[in-house]
């Protein structure tokens, strides 16, 4: 899935993404996102995860459930005004190295 379509939400505060999809790097920002929950959504590839990452510039909430991070090798997740973080029944490699 493209997040193309969210292009232009500047004023977005909370997203809920659900579904069976992959999600492909973002190549915008959403300057108010405080409230990111991501469920069953598959990444690709450690750019994917850290560019979505890095499109929410004041995220405060991040949750992850039953997400697929196979075909990520690291997972940065750098995020200054981030309070709360949920990661419960995600898939990954054990090889996967988890950063915060």
């Known amino acids: 899935m493209l997040l193309g379509s969210l292009d232009g939400c500047t ?50 909430q991040l949750i992850l459930k039953y997400c697929d991070f196979r075909f990520v090798a690291s997972l940065r997740i750098c995020l200054p005004l981030l309070k709360g973080l949920i990661i419960a029944g995600c898939h990954y490699e054990s090889e996967c190295d988890f950063v915060f």
Do not use: H, T, W
């Open 11 to 60: 004023s977005l505060v909370n997203l809920k993404l659900e579904g069976n999809f992959c999600v492909q790097a973002p190549d915008f920002k959403l300057p108010n996102l405080k409230l990111l929950i991501l469920e069953y959504i598959e990444f690709m590839d450690s750019d994917s995860v850290e560019s979505l990452f890095n499109a929410c510039l004041v995220l405060e």
